[in-house]
């Protein structure tokens, strides 16, 4: 998350909370960059854009595909190509 956060300056990492007031930050905003965890499930449920990176857990198991949803499969790092489909992503939801 903090890698991600220092390539997009207008993002910032959620603070240390409950789950509601994390459904109630992820209800405010514009779309959630998150991995695969639980409150990544919890941001699909408030219906807000959400970009899921996957590092250890199969995203055609835990994934959503439809959109507006972003799945980047992460298991062998996050490189460049992650990059651009991230920032692609972003620009339209924003």
């Given at each position: 998350a903090m890698q991600v956060q220092t390539l997009q300056p207008d993002a910032y990492c959620a603070p240390p909370t409950n789950l509601d007031l994390l459904k109630a930050f992820f209800s405010h905003s514009e779309g959630q960059i998150s991995c695969d965890t639980g409150p990544m499930h919890l941001s699909i449920a408030t219906g807000k854009p959400t970009c899921q990176i996957f590092v250890s857990t199969?995203?055609?198991?835990?994934?959503?595909?439809?959109?507006?949803?972003?799945?980047?499969?992460?298991?062998?790092?996050f490189d460049k190509c992650h990059l651009g489909q991230l920032d692609n992503w972003l620009n339209s939801i924003i």
């Open positions: 199969e995203s055609t198991r835990y994934g959503y595909s439809f959109a507006p949803h972003l799945i980047l499969d992460a298991h062998n790092g």
